[in-house]
């Protein structure tokens, strides 16, 4: 009945539903929908590349367990590599031109006073407005822009309720207990527990700004870049402690300490690729961090495994993967070198439950999230979304007993935001300033009071350079997934809006698709020095390319692997070919000349 109720607000009908469905509803109603629970943990920049090593060691057990008993992958990530955008797609199954969460920061243009991406800038229903409107209970405790946070069939707390209580809660009824919660973890026993748990000294975050003493590096790695997080975190895991007792249908929790210490100090957890090996005084203090970090959230796993039961099904992701810092990963915007660790395409895929599927499961992405998330929570799925059904995730019964519901478009959806009001400017200033820190945002950006004049704040009025990266990761989807004919319709819009920028557009897509394809091989590309293109890079790069728009990455990481077995640039060179085919079937399908505008660009130079 719950469900049904569900359907009918999902067709627009606005009248109780009757106790005979009409016949026009039959294919809905014959779809006995899933009444199982669903736990959705993110760990920003969680990575295959720390865990599986951790795991070897006996360390992480309850990742071990999972990945044991359940479905296992690397999660495809693409453009941006933001997070704030990305999650925005995992929960919305939209590109970053639909969500409209486009950045960091907006409005989305440089030199202009900035302020923290929040979520009224996103146009579009997140799972848990989908979950609420069919009547499913929901708890979602941190999720990324969620601030200030959406009237849902439950509660929610937002990712910034830590500096920003005021409107970081629904309902206002909880304010007072997250307000207690908060208050455990800000108070100076909880606050030197979780330092002394992460940080082997003595820390104190005023040696930050006193350069000549001895702990002045090891503070500075520390202060801002993660200490925060220690305590942000730390709410979340208490806060979700409530709803895991309670057992909404739907509970999505999102952990950020991983992210941040793998961008601070990767150096003293890895120094491989690094030409300057890192003070071993330094690594003494510092190389311990990550591990950590992973450690914590495996903690929370355990939390989250020992609360459920027979009718939970456990998804547990991240936005994208990590490395070092060196190369093309380096992060510009860090001069003095403070920076260590960087995004990488492969991020985390590990899923447990009574609907899951065991076994290896590849080639999903990052615009596949909501689709199947929807499917195993039973709540009907646009035509709309990006992604689609990962249905190797899937038992084969749960889907033959739940096939998914299709809805032309979210139009009758209802969901509000529980205020109006924005974030407090001291809320603002805290979250800026990490971002800084971590070289995401540039120091020049300031901020400022908020305008309100629409400059800036969507696709086609945003920066040009944020426009591209926005359209870049959806388009190498729909290459990826060979839809050409998506690709076409995004062609006929782009040449409607931005004419001039169309090659500029297909040129970064093919750069990304060889690079997803380097990531996911394990590989780096090099800094731009030629590559020479011989034979046997022609046949493995035509091999992957075929494979690639086929969505089968195995045998794109194979042609990489092999051609780099004998050769130092050869997976530069396969990613290069790769490129140049992917410019045909955008020229193609786009209506762009790239592969003229490139080899134009090339003989200038
Ligand atoms: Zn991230």
């Not at 004049?453 to 040009?464: I, M, Q, S």
Request: hydrophobic letters at 40%; charged letters at 20%; glycine letters at 8%.
């Amino acid at each position: 009945m719950l469900a049904l109720v569900g359907i009918c607000l999902f067709s627009g009908c606005t009248e109780e539903p009757k106790p005979t469905p009409p016949p026009a509803r039959d294919a809905f109603a014959s779809s006995s929908w899933s009444q199982h629970r669903l736990v959705v943990l993110g760990i920003d920049g969680a990575t295959w590349a720390v865990i599986d090593p951790m795991i070897a060691r006996g360390e992480l057990p309850h990742f071990a367990a999972l990945k044991q008993r359940g479905a296992h992958g690397e999660l495809v990530s693409f453009l941006p590599s933001k997070s704030p955008v990305v999650w925005t797609t995992m929960a919305t199954g939209r590109g970053a031109r639909d969500h409209n969460v486009l950045d960091f920061t907006y409005p989305f243009r440089q030199g202009q006073p900035s302020g923290l991406v929040e979520s009224h800038l996103r146009r579009v229903p997140a799972l848990w407005n989908l979950a609420s409107e069919c009547d499913r209970s929901v708890a979602i405790v941190g999720y990324y822009v969620t601030h200030p946070v959406d009237v849902v069939n439950g509660w929610m707390l937002s990712d910034r309720f830590n500096s920003d209580p005021q409107v970081g809660i629904y309902p206002e009824e909880l304010r007072d207990e997250m307000a207690a919660v908060r208050a455990q973890v800000t108070g100076p026993a909880t606050r030197a527990e979780l330092v002394k748990r992460f940080v082997p000294w003595d820390y104190d975050p005023l040696v930050a700004s006193q350069p000549e003493h001895p702990l002045y590096r090891p503070t500075q790695y520390i202060h801002r870049r993660v200490d925060i997080q220690f305590f942000d975190d730390e709410l979340v895991r208490r806060a979700s402690r409530k709803a895991l007792a309670e057992k909404p249908d739907l509970l999505v929790s999102y952990y950020r300490i991983v992210d941040n210490s793998s961008h601070a100090v990767w150096q003293f957890y890895d120094a491989t690729d690094f030409a300057e090996k890192p003070d071993p005084e330094h690594v003494k203090l510092l190389s311990g961090l990550i591990p950590e970090a992973y450690r914590y959230v495996d903690e929370v796993l355990g939390e989250i495994l020992s609360a459920a039961d027979e009718t939970t099904n456990i998804v547990v992701i991240s936005d994208h993967g990590f490395g070092s810092a060196t190369g093309p990963y380096r992060i510009v915007s860090d001069e003095a070198g403070w920076i260590s660790g960087n995004h990488r395409s492969g991020g985390l895929l590990l899923a447990a439950g009574p609907d899951i599927a065991p076994g290896r499961v590849d080639g999903m992405t990052i615009f596949d999230v909501a689709p199947t998330l929807m499917a195993l929570l039973g709540v009907p799925i646009s035509e709309q979304l990006v992604g689609r059904v990962e249905k190797a995730l899937l038992r084969p019964e749960f889907l033959a007993q739940h096939a998914p519901v299709f809805v032309p478009d979210y139009q009758s959806i209802r969901w509000a935001r529980a205020t109006q009001a924005g974030t407090s400017t001291e809320a603002t200033e805290r979250g800026m300033e990490t971002l800084i820190a971590l070289g995401y945002v540039s120091g020049q950006a300031q901020s400022g009071p908020q305008t309100n004049a629409l400059e800036g704040k969507d696709l086609w009025t945003a920066e040009p350079v944020i426009r591209t990266e926005a359209l870049v990761g959806e388009l190498t989807y729909y290459l990826l997934r060979g839809d050409e004919d998506r690709l076409r319709k995004a062609g006929a819009l782009l040449r409607e809006k931005v004419p001039a920028e169309l090659d500029t557009i297909a040129i970064r897509v093919s750069h990304h698709v060889g690079q997803i394809a380097v990531d996911l091989a394990g590989g780096a590309l090099k800094p731009t020095v030629p590559v020479e293109i011989t034979q046997r890079a022609q046949m493995l790069g035509i091999a992957a390319w075929q494979a690639f728009a086929k969505g089968d990455l195995e045998v794109v990481r194979r042609q990489l692997r092999e051609a780099r077995s004998t050769d130092e640039h050869g997976d530069d060179a396969v990613a290069t070919v790769m490129g140049f085919h992917a410019r045909v079937v955008l020229d193609r399908t786009l209506g762009s000349r790239s592969n003229l505008a490139l080899q134009q660009r090339n003989q200038g130079r």
